[in-house]
């Protein structure tokens, strides 16, 4: 007689075992299967706070520099911890410089630039991205090609422009030329793909919407999260820039990166009034950050689409 062969065994439908988070410092698993999420372990948060102190301390070190005399400064080492000499140092800005009309100026400068920025590449970027029209590719084309060349070189003509119009030291010189921007032309119309279903113009063509509707309705709406990083960063574009302005504005009409070259004047630098200036000069950026970095949240938090 044969021998039975003996009878197959079920597969082993029992868990793995659950890896120890003790062996993977940086990696915590919650839960099983799909549910599954991880969370950072103590090396994770360790490197994200390194990295925390590493971006935080310049701005650290402007507030104590500015909170402190130049020879507190001058002393090796240095005091980490902020001075008494902040009020002080923000009047000394104050008379050296016409601190106050160079920020209203930087606002109107940045936020008139922003806004026309935004709007004109989001609509430009929705041509590119979703409506068909002789000569699209070859409009792209050129319009990424000025990223390319270098904006010195540009530099001549474009005074030769406004010193014909008599633009020189007025805001416009400033305003207008930035008004465009290739990359956000290029953004927006890379985002636009990627958020905007063309089935969803198309029913809105169905219902009788013509493009203008599309855009303001449609269009704006789907486009908030990228229209707040690119305002974000063409107004930080904007309120940092000094090569121009300071070319086509002079000292009685200037922005606050112009403002802050007359500051800590005299045959020593003084360093903490500088500092206090360039104090004075990032708080709006920092505003204008929060702003907008909530509302890129609450874009994505809302989703693309609404139903």
């Given at each position: 007689?044969?021998?039975?062969?003996?009878?197959?065994?079920?597969?082993?439908?029992?868990?793995?075992?659950?890896?120890?988070?003790?062996?993977?410092?940086?990696?915590?698993?919650?839960?099983?299967?799909?549910?599954?999420?991880?969370?950072?372990?103590?090396?994770?948060?360790?490197?994200?706070?390194?990295?925390?102190?590493?971006?935080?301390?310049?701005?650290?070190?402007?507030?104590?520099?500015?909170?402190?005399?130049?020879?507190?400064?001058?002393?090796?080492?240095?005091?980490?911890?902020?001075?008494?000499?902040?009020?002080?140092?923000?009047?000394?800005?104050?008379?050296?410089?016409?601190?106050?009309?160079?920020?209203?100026?930087?606002?109107?400068?940045?936020?008139?630039?922003?806004?026309?920025?935004?709007?004109?590449?989001?609509?430009?970027?929705?041509?590119f991205a979703k409506l068909r029209f002789r000569g699209r590719g070859a409009l792209l084309t050129l319009t990424i090609g000025t990223m390319m060349i270098p904006p010195q070189l540009g530099v001549i003509p474009l005074f030769m422009l406004i010193a014909e119009l008599q633009w020189v030291n007025q805001l416009q010189a400033v305003i207008l030329p930035g008004l465009v921007s290739a990359f956000g032309v290029f953004f927006m119309r890379q985002y636009l793909i990627q958020s905007l279903p063309d089935e969803l113009i198309e029913a809105a063509r169905v219902d009788g919407a013509s493009t203008a509707r599309i855009f303001w309705s449609i269009v704006i709406p789907i486009a908030r999260p990228g229209m707040a990083v690119l305002g974000m960063l063409t107004f930080m574009t904007a309120w940092n820039d000094f090569f121009w302005p300071v070319i086509a504005l002079s000292s009685q009409e200037p922005t606050v990166q112009v403002a802050l070259r007359q500051l800590g004047g005299g045959y020593v630098n003084d360093q903490s009034v500088i500092m206090a200036g360039t104090l004075l000069g990032t708080l709006p950026v920092l505003l204008v950050f929060g702003l907008l970095g909530r509302q890129i949240v609450g874009g994505i938090m809302q989703g693309a689409v609404k139903g």
């Open positions: 007689m044969t021998a039975l062969a003996p009878p197959p065994t079920a597969p082993d439908k029992r868990r793995p075992p659950r890896e120890q988070p003790g062996k993977r410092p940086w990696l915590l698993r919650k839960g099983d299967g799909a549910g599954r999420t991880m969370t950072g372990g103590w090396i994770s948060y360790l490197i994200l706070g390194i990295a925390l102190l590493i971006s935080a301390f310049p701005f650290y070190w402007t507030i104590v520099a500015a909170s402190r005399s130049n020879a507190d400064l001058a002393q090796v080492p240095p005091s980490l911890l902020p001075g008494p000499n902040l009020i002080k140092n923000f009047e000394a800005v104050l008379e050296e410089a016409d601190i106050g009309k160079a920020l209203l100026n930087s606002l109107i400068v940045s936020g008139s630039i922003t806004v026309g920025t935004v709007l004109s590449c989001t609509l430009a970027g929705f041509a």
